[in-house]
């Protein structure tokens, strides 16, 4: 799944609010690949300024 700036991400079948990525993006987050795969597929990976990866998912614990 490739992740663009400014687009809504879909992750599950629930998109990701574009302002939440643009606020992650602008406190200094970078896109960054997850170690691993699962979550490229589902979600969005950011690395922090001090090096640590977040990652924002819509899923459910259903």
Known sequence: MAHRAG???ETLGVRLHTDLVARVEAAG???????????????????????????????SWE
């Open 29 to 59: 987050g970078v896109r960054a690949a997850a170690r691993n795969p699962y979550w490229d597929e589902h979600g969005v990976t950011f690395q922090d300024p001090d090096g640590y990866l977040l990652v924002l998912s819509t899923r």
């Open 7 to 9: 687009v809504d991400t």
